[in-house]
């Protein structure tokens, strides 16, 4: 059985950039994706200060930018009976498809030692003494990886809380929401460098 100093439960942007300050902390680590990337998830998909923040810190800020991101620097929020309010941001943002980012990301831990598993799905989590067992399933069967240390980076509600009985907030919100692009063509005079909420 494999055995690493953490295993990370998802290779989202949490479990790769988690994945990516451990092992700059000498740490060996090993991610469990349940999906292979590219997979595209609802999400806003704006990149505030603190991920170009956190993107520079790393060292992967110079990459990014060579993905093409389009950048952002001002918000626009209409209202239903067409109230608009508009702001600067203050600083740049970028705006990127999910799917990208999370590859760019799991791809760049990869790059620097972390074990990426994928597709992995994560059956059980036992304490064995002073470490964790980890059991998944992939297209070859169940295996178990060791680990000192195991980080949950896999969103809310996941199936896996409920197989460990975990009590987490379960109240809806009652939001939906809904992602769509649009080419540039289709708006012609509209700002590039600018975020639209209706």
């Known amino acids: 059985m494999s055995a690493y100093d953490v295993v990370i439960i998802g290779g989202g942007p949490a479990g790769s950039a988690s994945a990516l300050y451990l092992r700059r902390r000498g740490l060996s680590v090993c991610i469990l994706e349940k999906r292979i990337f590219p997979r595209e998830t609802l999400c ?56 990208s980012f999370d590859l760019f990301l799991l ?10 598993v994928q597709p992995a799905e994560v059956k059980d989590v036992a304490r064995d003494g002073v470490r964790f067992v980890i059991r998944y399933e992939d297209a070859q069967g169940s295996h178990d990886v060791g680990a000192r240390h195991v980080l949950g980076a896999y969103g809310k509600q996941n199936i896996l809380d409920k197989r460990l009985h975990r009590r987490l907030p379960a109240t ?21 460098r600018s975020i639209h909420i209706f």
């Open 44 to 99: 806003g998909e704006f990149l505030s200060r603190e991920v170009t923040d956190s993107l520079k810190d790393l060292g992967l800020f110079g990459d990014f930018l060579e993905m093409g991101p389009n950048a952002i620097s001002s918000l626009h929020v209409h209202s239903d009976d067409g109230l608009a309010a508009s702001a600067d941001l203050g600083f740049t943002g970028y705006g990127m498809k999910r799917g």
């Open 107 to 116: 791809q760049q831990a990869a790059k620097r030692s972390v074990t990426v």
């Open 172 to 192: 809806p919100t009652h939001f939906n929401g809904v992602k769509f692009h649009i080419d540039r063509s289709l708006c012609p005079g509209a700002d590039p």
